[in-house]
Each structure stands twice: as C-alpha cells, then as structure tokens.
C-alpha cells in the first residue's frame, strides 16, 4: 500500500471536491464538516459527471448532472438510484497532511 501526502489539510476548502489524478486513475477528495477527509472515483456511475463538482451535505455528493446521491464513506449510491464508485483510505498525519493510501505502480499525483 502506498502512502501519498496530497497536500496539507488546509488547502483543502471545506465541502468542496479537490481533484487529484494518479496515472489514469481520477478522485475526487473532500474535507467534510468534521475535519475529515474523503477520497472517491470522481466519476458517477450513472452518466460519468464530475462528482468534484457535485454539492456536498453532510457525508454524500450530489453529482452534478443528475442530481444523484453517493456517499463519501462508502461509494454506495443512495435509493432510489442505484451503482457505487469506490473510495480510497485517507488520514491525516502528524503534521496535518492529507494522505492517500493506494495501491499503485507509480505514485504520480498531479
């Protein structure tokens, strides 16, 4: 498992998504109103909008094309829609930064 420092915690706007891209690989990470960090695929699973530009409330975003609902902990689309993406295992470090975990070949973020 790779660990990869995003960046720190503070640039990280809260409720709003932060693209990240490894390879081929898009998230989208949020700061949510608890001060933690989530990492998803920043692709619905209905028609591939950009959740990164999706509404966040509480622990879901609403993708930004049709309004569907996933949540931040676990990828799961909410009812009555159906579908996951998957997320990705973030922490925050001693010095607070953000940090990825993630299987990967190579660790290019951009």
């Known amino acids: 498992m ?3 420092i995003i960046g ?3 640039e990280f706007p809260e ?5 990240v891209r490894l390879g081929e690989l898009e998230l989208a990470l949020f700061k949510q109103s608890d001060g933690t960090v989530a990492a998803i695929e920043n692709r619905c699973p209905h028609k591939g909008g950009k959740l990164s530009e999706g509404i966040v409330c509480g622990s879901h975003v609403y993708c930004p094309l049709h309004d569907w609902k996933i949540s931040l902990n676990d990828g799961l689309v909410q009812a009555p829609d159906d579908g ?5 295992p973030v922490f925050i470090d001693e010095r607070d930064n953000v940090v990825l975990q993630i299987e ?3 660790s290019k973020v951009s």
């Open 84 to 88: 996951c993406v998957q997320t990705f």
């Open 8 to 10: 720190h915690v503070s």
């Open 15 to 19: 409720r709003r998504g932060r693209v």
């Open 2 to 4: 790779n660990e990869i």
């Open 104 to 106: 990967l070949k190579e």
